[in-house]
Structure formats: structure tokens, C-alpha cells
């Protein structure tokens, strides 16, 4: 499954600080058909991500009945990203 969506990047402080895009509703409903298929626990999903030119290997988090992908400092200096960019995700659930 090949998904490729818009979003702002935001941060999360909390104990340990990550940022995010958050999947928009209709992602999530596709998303949600293969979770039972590919989900490892707690609802996570293994997902192959691009922003730009750059690609990493993450897992789509559930948060509040949709997804959320973390975006890695790696990827963000790559692609000089900050917290209220939009962006556009292209992601891969292989099924």
C-alpha cells in the first residue's frame, strides 16, 4: 500500500521530544483496513517513509484515532524542516 498525503510538522514536547505529521482522516481509515495485517503491537504500523528526497524506516504511532509519523532530526536537517512546515509524506505498508 502506497500512501502519499500533505501536513504540518509539529513537536510533542513530552519526556522525550519527537516531531510528527499527522496522517489525514482518509490515510487513516486505508491505513486502518491493513493494521491487523502489519501492526506489531500497540497498534504501531512499519512503514517505509520519504519527505523530499530523503527515506527512513519508521513505524506509524496511533494517537487519538489516527496516525502520526515521526520525523527523525536526521530527515529534518536533510530536508531543512521546522516545526509548521507542511510537507508532503509518501509512505509504504508493505502488506
Known amino acids: 500500500m502506497n500512501l502519499e498525503f500533505s501536513g504540518e510538522m509539529w513537536f510533542w514536547k513530552g519526556p522525550a521530544p519527537w516531531h510528527f505529521v499527522t496522517v489525514p482522516d482518509d490515510e487513516c481509515r486505508e491505513l486502518e483496513s491493513t493494521a491487523s495485517f502489519?501492526?506489531?503491537g500497540?497498534?504501531?504500523?512499519?512503514?517505509?517513509?520519504?519527505?523530499g528526497a530523503t527515506g527512513w524506516t519508521?513505524?506509524?504511532w496511533?494517537?487519538?484515532?489516527?496516525?502520526?509519523?515521526?520525523?527523525k532530526a536526521g530527515v529534518r536537517r536533510a530536508e531543512g524542516l521546522?516545526?509548521?512546515d507542511t510537507v508532503t509524506v509518501r509512505l509504504n505498508v508493505d502488506i
Not at 500497540?42 to 519527505?51: C, K, L, T
Not at 496511533?62 to 520525523?71: A, L, T
Open 38 to 40: 502489519v501492526s506489531y
Open 42 to 51: 500497540w497498534g504501531m504500523i512499519p512503514v517505509s517513509a520519504h519527505i
Open 58 to 60: 519508521t513505524s506509524l
Open 62 to 71: 496511533p494517537k487519538d484515532g489516527r496516525y502520526i509519523v515521526p520525523v
Open 82 to 84: 521546522a516545526v509548521g
